[in-house]
């Protein structure tokens, strides 16, 4: 089955950098793109962006364009978000997701989510 | 850019009882529409893409409709466990979530 497992909870401080990883499993990695999704605490959903697992094209939002960069590893199957130049607004949950087929923006499967609390 | 609006943003309503969820898209969206629950401390989930289809084990009394910008999540016989935040999403745009409780 599919399976994306996130890292771990980080705390950072303004201005920091801080990278969550997504290791996918149950399917062909480089067949599906993924798309990084966070929640802000009792807020609602907010699309960050999208990498492609085959050729490695992204598509940021464009309120983060500048401090974010996905990248993903084939070898290890695993997608990575980073975000720079952190603040106290970038608090959130944040969660990868796969897609339902390649492009198509459904997203299907979920990583269990990441806590990122910035805060100094 | 798009946006979502959804309706109403707290919905009451009792079990066995039917609950209609509205989205509003600031321009089209054709059919490019999807419906996710989220509980608390939980992933959200997929329940409708396409406007229409129910996502993979989605129990039939979850419907969708809708196209355009005016878009329809109903669920026929509320049970217990379907009392969530759902969000309508289109790509790169969420609907900031209706929030449906127990009456």
């Known amino acids: 089955q599919v399976q994306l497992v996130q890292s771990g909870a980080e705390v950072k401080k303004p201005g920091a950098s801080v990278k969550v990883s997504c290791k996918a499993s149950g399917y062909t990695f480089t067949s599906y793109g993924i798309s990084w999704v966070r929640q802000a605490p009792g807020q609602g959903l907010e699309w960050m962006g999208w990498?492609?697992?085959?050729?490695?094209?992204?598509n940021y939002a464009q309120k983060l364009q500048g401090r974010v960069t996905m990248t993903t590893d084939t070898s290890t199957s695993t997608a990575y978000m980073e975000l720079r130049s952190l603040r106290s607004d970038d608090t959130a949950v944040y969660y990868c997701?796969?897609?339902?087929?390649?492009?198509?923006?459904?997203?299907?499967?979920w990583g269990q989510g990441t806590l990122v609390t910035v805060s100094s | 850019e798009i946006v979502m609006t959804q309706s109403p943003a707290t919905l009451s309503v009792s079990p066995g009882e039917r609950a209609t969820l509205s989205c509003r898209a600031s321009q089209s969206v054709s059919s490019n529409l999807a419906w996710y629950q989220q509980k608390p401390g939980q992933a959200p989930r997929l329940l409708i893409y396409g406007a229409s289809t129910r996502a993979t084990g989605i129990p039939a009394r979850f419907s969708g409709s809708g196209s355009g910008t005016e878009f329809t999540l109903t669920i026929s016989s509320l049970q217990s466990e379907d009392f969530a935040v759902y969000y309508c999403?289109?790509?790169?745009?969420f609907g900031q979530g209706t929030k449906l409780e127990i009456k």
């Open positions: 990498i492609s697992a085959y050729n490695g094209n992204t």
């Open positions: 997701a796969r897609e339902l087929d390649y492009g198509e923006g459904y997203f299907q499967h």
């Open positions: 999403q289109q790509y790169n745009t």
